[in-house]
């Protein structure tokens, strides 16, 4: 089968640019790598047929260059440029210079990136298309009063919200009429305090909500077709650690519902290529958050549930062909995907670098490794904190929960604290188990002094021991035996007698 | 030999190991006494360990090219440990940080200090918020693991640090 | 949800002793390892909860000592044993001896082990099943007129082969009913001379078979059901290299054919248990050759395919579940397996030995692997030689097969010598590209002198000598700095002037 | 420094490798001139090569702990190498298999001798089976890699052999 492009540039680092390699391999396309100077031993340059730097250390020096990125491309005659996620992704200025420069993007039309890329314009071309959003006024309002009559129209609880707001002044959630009133006019004067602008916001309050996406696949004949929901709700800072699919709260028709709604969102503003409609659900009902107009992180436990390749059908798309898959492609099993950052949970998720050497990865069945990581690896800090994603497949919940277990138990990334450990906590926990967690489960847990498993704290006690015992034994063996000298010889030149040179 | 192994909470496991032929051992440990079979396989920290007939594959590094300070991963639970051998203990070396000691808070990454929380004289509890590093855009509290007296507060806002940098030292309360 | 057993101990090593582990884990269920003097240090010892050592280095020695095991599993309160893969998988004597010490034999019942291990037995039970067998004569005949008769009845071509043959001596390919009579006194006279004996049998002649299997599952209520076919002809030695399914020559209608076939086989001898009925299949016909009443090393494709885990079904079979699959199971996509095998390919498949060095295993979309292998894992000449398994899975053929190039172009095993190299180059042939192969194949084409694909032989050598300067280089380094003595000190000491204690 | 690469049919390469600063080389191979930037990433053979731009994670390894003795496998296609610098050229150090040198054939792994093919005198062509060996329960033909002419059987039918055992010796052809 022809490829559908004889070569194809990553404009991306680490795990993802592995990712979509693999994928141009399966397709025969030849790959180009660019790298910054850190990054001159990874994985993603050595897998590559071809590789140019880029210079510096920092993003703005390297993988943000998007014009060197072009210049490089055309050097070498590359036909299309991968983004991958982050770096220059979901910016519509380099997906159309690399149109102009007679390359196709591998990504959604720029005018569908720039639309889903503001706030403001998304929501309103949403609620043109009928896609459901958080109900909210689009005006601050002075009065009581009016907030009144406004949550009235949305129903209780709502939540005030500082025009001027952040970092949580001004913020009341109001569970019934009688008390909006006194809630407005505390939380306005704090807002008068903070900012010196009391005017607030009504908007719905979601209890408990999850954070729940849809993946939609189109082409350029207008065919969008969506693969189901990914369940998110497992984040920190709305960092997401943990997605599974399917969601342990959406049914075959939600499915339906959420999908076309995803369907609708993408139709609305021309999209093709992959992409993800992310909702908030709460109790029930679901709303439109945003849509990220790229691959995104989590494709993987769709691709393993569908038994589809994404990435494969962006780089089909964008060569121009036509989505042969249909609505009728039908999910098999559960997956579960955790990222492995670097990173400390035990210090509020501090990001840690460290230089990796002791690796040991999970295989097996129903194990798939997307990853960046090889020994002596440099973890630093300049870019993002990811370095690899476990993704497991099984016919149920159940079983995918538990290779999930499997792997990380298998999994060692040593030299370098990672977020593995946490994540195998959370897997054990009885709100994961039972599927009922939010997206702000992981940080009331965290907080509410979660409880200490510690299975092998004694064992692990001896094993230092023993290892210290072996660490010392052998460094006697290689004093003794070094360089053919006698122990005598060796022993003197340690504590200073005799040898010579120094 | 005999070990004294200190966890994170400052617990210590006092350990007697004597290698009966190659790779295998006897282990005394609080009265109990265990065959044990140690190996390291891949010369990488990839362990086989039996204890008795349980069986480990256990992962161990050294951090930061300490070979007191072990960290022993065990089907995926991490274990961090410091362990000194009887010499060690008789020339009284735990100079470094542990409960009851100084210890020198220091920068896990190059950053900017976006906050200083703590005050010298301050006490503070384990875990809590000392000094709040940027970086990779992302805004980090630093904290002490054993917590103590502020002795000395080493960095101040805007200030960029590397990674090492010393940023607070604390010593032991003097309540004991 | 209750594990099937508490604790379970498998009696073998490898990657099939990890492969089975590792479904355990995914059942709660905990594992006891035993080991040889030589697998003390193996990944199934490292990996189960308990372990044993039975001593030795030999398969007598150890792995075969059924009493020895049951002693340890009665010891260790293991309630059923999973024996793998050879050694003792198909020894009815030792099902029955597990069971008689009141555990669960993971496997099925001793009485369809013991007839299926019986290649007449086997085929008289398999004749009256109404399970097509390769039509021959049961009893020798001694004159060409009752062999051309048989002839006639089966039809041409035929083989005449010796009673009493042995090393292709005595056997003749007759395509029409003339040839034979001057074909089997020639024949005939042959054997005569080379074992004393002339007595001849007739048989079908197949042209080019496939090896077509099929997987079969069963529970105690006597419900059985076919998971399709694995294609296995890509084979040297009647030793498998690279299996897939689905065989490219088998279309659903066949599948079904084959599938209830292998059911009735299975369910004439009372089967239970994961099985695996062997058919020749040529030019559209297919011949019943043997049951494997035992997990079988392609087993994982069919996992794939199908996406459901066997071992576990064995397990919970053992432990006396019912089957909750029913034929209604559908496939998806291709699957392909290569075993990586210790030998040597350019040396006629021998065995090879050495230390394990440098290892890089593949991963990424669609691959999985079962595998034994670590770093500095000695690689001995005690047991078999399958080290690990690639299996990937595609939603074509032909993306299945192309991530199977990719993932033995990221394998590296380093320090012996494997069959990865020779599988790569079969992917690539026309033959396997477009499906039509046989049983003949891999020997035909070996043999034939195969084209020598060698599309980075300068690059390689530009690389030799950099490494051969970067060793040298990096050893001068040590030396200038090896123990802190000054290069001059080393120097002399290297060649001989000064130093000392020798 | 100058090598000879030869190859395992017995062609070589003759390259000039200059360092032009920590990792980067260039290489004269035939009259071309390549920038190459080569790391052992792992410090066990997993390296990161630059020839020009293309690029390549290539796997090497000595064998049996030969310096000069390289296998390098790229995208899964192995080629295996001796490599002598010009000062090993210059002392005549080639003193190993090859074509035109004698052979010695060993034993890869423990076993019995089943059958022996040849005997002394005997001219054999490359890969050519020298000697049966049964191992692991199958028969192995051990063969000659360069071919010659047998200048010693050194066992018999039914001795075992340990693993690197020698089994025949051979000479160059004398014809040339």
């Given at each position: 089968?022809k490829?559908?492009f004889?070569?194809?540039?990553?404009?991306?680092?680490?795990?993802?640019?592995?990712?979509?390699l693999?994928?141009?391999?399966?397709?025969?396309?030849?790959?180009?790598?660019?790298?910054?100077?850190?990054?001159?031993?990874?994985?993603?340059?050595?897998?590559?047929?071809?590789?140019?730097?880029?210079?510096?250390?920092?993003?703005?020096?390297?993988?943000l260059?998007?014009?060197?990125?072009?210049?490089?491309?055309?050097?070498?005659?590359?036909?299309?440029?991968?983004?991958?996620?982050?770096?220059?992704a979901?910016?519509?200025g380099?997906?159309?210079?690399?149109?102009?420069?007679?390359?196709?993007?591998?990504g959604?039309?720029?005018?569908?990136?720039?639309?889903?890329?503001?706030?403001?314009?998304?929501?309103?071309?949403?609620?043109?298309?009928?896609?459901?959003?958080?109900?909210?006024?689009?005006?601050?309002c002075?009065d009581?009063?009016a907030?009144?009559?406004?949550?009235?129209?949305i129903?209780?609880?709502?939540m005030?919200?500082?025009?001027?707001?952040?970092?949580?002044k001004?913020?009341?959630?109001?569970?019934?009429?009688?008390?909006?009133?006194?809630?407005?006019r505390?939380?306005?004067?704090?807002?008068?305090?903070a900012?010196?602008?009391?005017?607030?916001?009504?908007?719905?309050?979601?209890?408990?909500?999850?954070?729940?996406?849809?993946?939609?696949?189109?082409?350029?004949?207008?065919?969008?077709?969506?693969?189901?929901?990914?369940?998110c709700s497992?984040?920190?800072?709305?960092?997401?650690?943990?997605?599974?699919?399917?969601?342990?709260?959406?049914?075959?028709?939600?499915?339906?519902?959420?999908?076309?709604?995803?369907?609708?969102?993408?139709?609305?503003v021309?999209?093709?290529?992959?992409?993800?409609?992310?909702?908030?659900?709460?109790?029930?009902?679901?709303?439109?958050?945003?849509?990220?107009?790229?691959?995104?992180?989590?494709?993987?436990?769709?691709?393993?549930?569908?038994?589809?390749?994404?990435?494969?059908?962006?780089?089909?798309?964008?060569?121009?062909?036509?989505?042969?898959?249909?609505?009728?492609?039908?999910?098999?099993?559960?997956?579960?995907?955790?990222?492995?950052?670097?990173?400390?949970?035990?210090?509020?998720?501090?990001?840690?670098?460290?230089?990796?050497?002791?690796?040991r990865?999970?295989?097996?069945?129903?194990?798939?490794?997307?990853?960046?990581?090889?020994?002596?690896?440099?973890?630093?800090?300049?870019?993002?904190?990811?370095?690899?994603?476990?993704?497991?497949h099984?016919?149920?919940?159940?079983?995918?929960i538990?290779?999930?277990q499997r792997?990380?138990?298998?999994?060692?990334?040593?030299?370098?604290?990672?977020?593995?450990?946490?994540?195998?906590?959370?897997?054990?926990?009885?709100?994961?188990q039972?599927?009922?967690y939010?997206?702000?489960?992981?940080?009331r847990?965290?907080?509410?002094?979660?409880?200490?498993?510690?299975p092998?704290?004694?064992?692990?006690?001896?094993i230092?021991?023993?290892?210290?015992?072996?660490?010392?034994?052998?460094?006697?063996?290689?004093?003794?035996?070094?360089?053919?000298?006698?122990?005598?010889?060796a022993?003197?030149?340690?504590?200073?007698?005799?040898?010579?040179?120094? | 030999?005999?070990y004294?192994?200190e966890?994170?909470?400052g617990?210590?496991?006092?350990?007697?190991?004597?290698?009966?032929?190659?790779?295998r051992?006897?282990?005394?440990?609080?009265?109990?006494?265990l065959?044990?079979?140690?190996?390291?396989?891949?010369?990488?920290?990839?362990?086989?360990?039996?204890l008795?007939?349980?069986s480990?594959?256990?992962?161990?590094?050294?951090?930061?090219?300490?070979?007191?300070?072990?960290?022993?991963?065990?089907?995926?639970?991490?274990?961090?440990?410091?362990?000194?051998?009887?010499?060690?203990?008789?020339?009284?070396?735990?100079?470094?940080?542990?409960?009851?000691?100084?210890?020198?808070?220091?920068?896990?990454?190059?950053?900017?200090?976006?906050?200083?929380?703590?005050?010298?004289?301050?006490?503070?509890?384990?875990?809590?918020?000392?000094?709040?590093?940027e970086?990779?855009k992302?805004?980090?509290?630093?904290g002490?693991?054993?917590?103590?007296v502020v002795?000395?507060?080493?960095?101040?806002?805007?200030?960029?640090?590397?990674?090492?940098?010393?940023?607070?030292?604390?010593?032991?309360?003097?309540?004991?």
């Open positions: 089968m490829p559908p004889a070569k194809l540039l990553i404009a991306n680092r680490g795990e993802i640019a592995v990712r979509v693999r994928t141009c391999r399966d397709l025969g396309i030849k790959t180009v790598a660019v790298y910054s100077e850190v990054d001159r031993n990874s994985l993603h340059v050595r897998y590559a047929d071809q590789a140019f730097a880029l210079g510096g250390k920092t993003p703005a020096e390297s993988y260059r998007g014009d060197r990125i072009i210049e490089i491309a055309l050097q070498c005659g590359a036909e299309a440029v991968h983004p991958g996620f982050g770096f220059l979901e910016n519509p380099f997906a159309a210079a690399v149109a102009t420069a007679g390359m196709a993007f591998v959604p039309p720029p005018k569908a990136m720039a639309v889903m890329g503001d706030k403001i314009q998304s929501r309103q071309e949403m609620v043109a298309a009928g896609v459901p959003v958080i109900p909210g006024m689009t005006e601050p002075p009581p009063a907030a009144a009559g406004f949550a009235e129209q129903g209780y609880p709502v005030l919200k500082a025009s001027a707001g952040g970092g949580g001004g913020i009341r959630v109001v569970r019934s009429a009688g008390k909006l009133e006194a809630a407005f505390t939380a306005s004067a704090e807002a008068e305090g900012f010196g602008d009391g005017r607030m916001y009504v908007e719905k309050f979601l209890e408990r909500p999850r954070h729940i996406e849809v993946q939609v696949l189109g082409d350029h004949r207008g065919r969008v077709i969506h693969l189901g929901e990914r369940e497992i984040q920190r800072r709305h960092q997401k650690l943990i997605e599974e699919t399917p969601s342990p709260v959406i049914d075959a028709a939600t499915r339906a519902a959420m999908g076309a709604t995803a369907v609708a969102a993408a139709e609305a021309g999209y093709y290529s992959a992409g993800t409609v992310e909702f908030l659900w709460s109790e029930g009902e679901y709303y439109f958050l945003e849509m990220n107009t790229r691959i995104q992180v989590e494709h993987a436990i769709t691709e393993e549930v569908y038994g589809v390749d994404i990435v494969e059908w962006m780089i089909r798309i964008a060569a121009g062909q036509e989505l042969s898959l249909d609505q009728a492609v039908q999910p098999r099993g559960h997956s579960v995907e955790v990222r492995i950052n670097a990173e400390d949970p035990e210090l509020g998720f501090l990001p840690a670098v460290g230089k990796l050497r002791n690796l990865m999970p295989s097996g069945p129903g194990v798939r490794i997307d990853s960046a990581l090889y020994r002596r690896m440099e973890v630093t800090p300049y870019y993002d904190s990811m370095l690899a994603k476990i993704i497991v099984g016919s149920s919940r159940d079983q995918a538990r290779r999930m792997a990380l138990a298998e999994l060692n990334v040593g030299g370098v604290k990672t977020s593995a450990s946490i994540a195998l906590e959370i897997l054990g926990t009885e709100e994961f039972s599927g009922v939010d997206t702000g489960f992981l940080e847990w965290m907080a509410g002094g979660r409880p200490q498993r510690e092998y704290a004694r064992e692990a006690a001896i230092a021991a023993l290892h210290r015992h072996h660490l010392a034994r052998r460094r006697s063996i290689r004093r003794a035996g070094g360089g053919g000298l006698s122990p005598w010889v022993q003197g030149r340690r504590t200073g007698w005799g040898g010579g040179g120094r | 030999m005999k004294s192994i966890n994170r909470a617990q210590s496991l006092e350990g007697d190991v004597v290698e009966v032929e190659g790779g051992y006897q282990v005394r440990v609080d009265g109990e006494t065959e044990a079979d140690f190996a390291d396989v891949d010369r990488l920290g990839q362990c086989a360990v039996l008795g007939d349980r480990f594959g256990a992962s161990v590094e050294t951090e930061a090219g300490d070979e007191t300070h072990l960290v022993v991963r065990i089907a995926g639970f991490s274990y961090s440990f410091r362990v000194f051998d009887e010499r060690e203990l008789a020339a009284g070396v735990l100079d470094s940080p542990g409960p009851g000691r100084a210890e020198v808070v220091r920068a896990a990454m190059p950053g900017i200090i976006v906050g200083v929380k703590v005050a010298a004289g301050e006490r503070v509890e384990p875990g809590a918020p000392l000094v709040v590093l970086a990779m992302m805004q980090n509290e630093v002490s693991v054993h917590g103590g002795a000395e507060v080493r960095v101040a806002v805007g200030q960029t640090v590397s990674a090492g940098a010393a940023l607070v030292r604390l010593e032991p309360p003097t309540d004991g």
